[in-house]
């Protein structure tokens, strides 16, 4: 027997952060899953725990870290626990952070306390830093972002066999839920250099995945899903590679013809499975795959 890939750590560590600057309060809002590799085959050929730091022990990291660092954005944190583990332990060689970030907006009464926030219904910001003691790979993303255009968008010409029902259309509703990863070209070398601003980067990167949804006159939902990854390519010199997961949230035209109705692309049906799932990943020339295949294991 030969003891393969091993790691392991403190999963969905829920750690929120407020900063009291006066009367107006700041928030962050994390889930941080741990995970941790090195030499460990002791503790699982022979049950020795030498070498292990306890789970416990980095969830109390993740909350210390905290105060002490405090939370600029969630790459920043994922970078700080991420360099103290593999510096801090012989053992440890390699460290991977995930985050995901969970937004509250201030709700705007007036007055000066301004203490009050809403969590707000959109997407889930999400983040990976992996350290090896020398390399680092930094993955932003974010995941149930749902978008919908109600028009500029068919599809027909497709392949048809003895199965094939599904009717053309010249005019649809094109809606899904975006999963995105995008990975920067900084690897801890000193060219290229890091996002400045990894919140600037973030809100970017999105801003250009919703501008090419909203600019496609879409023929397919992958020629729609390849725009969107080409432009925060083309767009933001700093990532390298973006891989996009796009459930189709399927609208069907509703049969109104029992009740003497004529649906002209006005009332449809919600389907929320099966669904169609779209997924690639589109990457900067020359820049070799980094991101994990497995989108839902963020």
């Given at each position: 027997m030969i003891l393969g890939q091993n790691q392991y750590g403190k999963a969905e560590n829920r750690v929120v952060r407020v900063v009291r600057d006066g009367a107006t309060h700041?928030?962050?809002?994390?889930?941080?899953?741990?995970?941790?590799?090195?030499?460990?085959?002791?503790?699982?050929?022979?049950?020795?725990n030498a070498n292990v730091l306890t789970t416990d022990t980095t969830k109390n990291t993740v909350f210390a870290f905290a105060k002490e660092h405090g939370i600029?954005?969630?790459?920043?944190?994922?970078?700080?626990?991420?360099?103290?583990?593999v510096t801090s332990q012989e053992s440890i060689r390699s460290a991977r952070i995930r985050i995901e970030e969970y937004a509250w907006e201030r709700i705007g009464v007036p007055g000066p306390q301004q203490h009050s926030f809403v969590r707000t219904n959109q997407e889930t910001r999400t983040a990976q830093i992996t350290f090896d003691g020398g390399a680092w790979?930094?993955?932003?993303?974010?995941?149930?972002?749902?978008?919908?255009?109600?028009?500029?968008?068919?599809?027909?010409?497709?392949?048809?066999?003895?199965?094939?029902?599904?009717p053309e259309t010249r005019d649809r509703v094109l809606a899904t839920q975006v999963h995105a990863r995008w990975r920067h070209a900084w690897t801890?070398?000193?060219?290229?250099?890091?996002?400045?601003?990894?919140?600037r980067s973030y809100r970017q990167a999105r801003e250009h995945?919703?501008?090419?949804?909203?600019?496609?006159?879409?023929l397919s939902l992958q020629q729609t899903l390849y725009q969107m990854g080409s432009r925060v390519i083309d767009h933001c010199p700093g990532i390298d590679e973006i891989r996009l997961s796009l459930p189709n949230k399927h609208h069907f035209l509703a049969d109104l013809t029992p009740f003497g109705l004529k649906n002209d692309n006005e009332v449809y049906y919600a389907a929320d499975r099966p669904y169609g799932l779209i997924e690639a990943t589109i990457l900067r020339d020359g820049a070799e795959p980094g991101i994990p295949v497995d989108m839902t294991n963020l």
């Open positions: 700041h928030i962050k809002d994390l889930s941080v899953s741990v995970s941790l590799s090195g030499d460990m085959e002791d503790v699982h050929l022979s049950g020795s600029a954005s969630a790459e920043q944190f994922g970078i700080h626990l991420a360099r103290h583990f790979q930094i993955v932003s993303g974010l995941k149930d972002l749902v978008v919908l255009n109600s028009t500029d968008s068919e599809f027909h010409g497709y392949v048809k066999d003895r199965y094939t029902t599904l801890g070398d000193a060219a290229p250099e890091p996002p400045g601003d990894w919140d995945l919703l501008a090419a949804f909203a600019g496609t006159y879409s």
